[in-house]
């Protein structure tokens, strides 16, 4: 499964901090966060699309398996939904956009998309359900979002409501710590970074979205973030924001690729 957990309108001076590990078979090429067209995404080589992204717009918007039956290979992918979403200026339009998915379409996932003032979860399980977030700490996994009757969502989601009390820097610490987590018991898919012979811990992402637009971070673990360090790629978002108001103008910038 991926985690991700998000402090939406909790964090003084920070309208929106998340940070997501992903989860893979380690088998499954994959690049890491770019410039892709309009967003900032990784990339699945697989099937082409991602697992999370960020908008112009300050958009932040992730998807995760949900447990349940064998996936069927037949339907598409989840991971195009979240450019599908992006395409949106708001993350109340990019919700909207995943709640009309169609039925049976694609295998079971949880959607997660917020901006500085609102924050969404789309749950699929053959159809989409809709849920508006209030302000505060969230964990979306592989269950329902926030179910603390799953020991691993209660634990994570315990520790992302003491992160939320702190300065912004010191929650995005505390955030990238609970990413780094181990020996938790009951097995290494309880614990927040996975380890198995063919499947774990992918990548990691932690995104800081400032109040004031200045103090924006964003930074990448290429590999599982207890092994590797993260990487500062704040540059992607300046990079970001400036071609779309050269877009905007009708005019593309040097820079971007």
């Known amino acids: ?97 995943i709640a009309q998915a169609p039925a049976d379409a694609f295998n079971p996932f949880n959607f997660f998309i917020a901006d500085a003032q609102e924050a969404f979860v789309v749950l699929y399980d053959h159809s989409p359900q809709l849920r508006t977030l209030e302000p505060g700490a969230h964990v979306i996994g592989n269950v329902d979002p926030d179910d603390r009757s799953d020991p691993k969502v209660a634990r994570i ?24 987590e181990h020996d938790c018991g009951g097995g290494p898919l309880v614990d927040t970074c996975v380890h198995t012979s063919a499947y774990g811990t992918r990548s990691s992402c932690l995104y800081l979205q400032s109040a004031d637009g200045k103090s924006d971070v964003l930074e990448f673990s290429e590999g599982a973030p207890c092994e590797h360090p993260y990487r500062d790629q704040t540059d992607l978002l300046f990079e970001m924001s400036l071609r779309a108001r050269y877009e905007a103008e009708g005019e593309t910038p040097r820079s971007a690729t």
């Open 157 to 180: 989601l315990e520790r992302a409501e003491k992160a939320a009390t702190r300065v912004p820097a010191d929650a995005l610490f505390e955030l990238a710590s609970v990413c780094r």
């Open 1 to 97: 499964m991926c985690t991700l957990i998000a402090l939406h309108r909790a964090v003084a001076g920070a309208p929106l901090v998340v940070a997501a590990n992903r989860d893979e078979f380690l088998d499954r090429p994959a690049e890491g966060l770019a410039l892709r067209g309009a967003v900032i995404a990784p990339k699945d080589l697989q099937a082409g699309g991602t697992w999370l992204g960020i908008g112009p717009g300050g958009v932040f918007a992730a998807v995760t398996n949900r447990r349940g039956e064998e996936p069927d290979p037949q339907r598409r992918s989840r991971g195009g939904l979240v450019f599908e979403a992006l395409e949106a200026p708001s993350a109340r339009g990019g919700a909207e956009i």
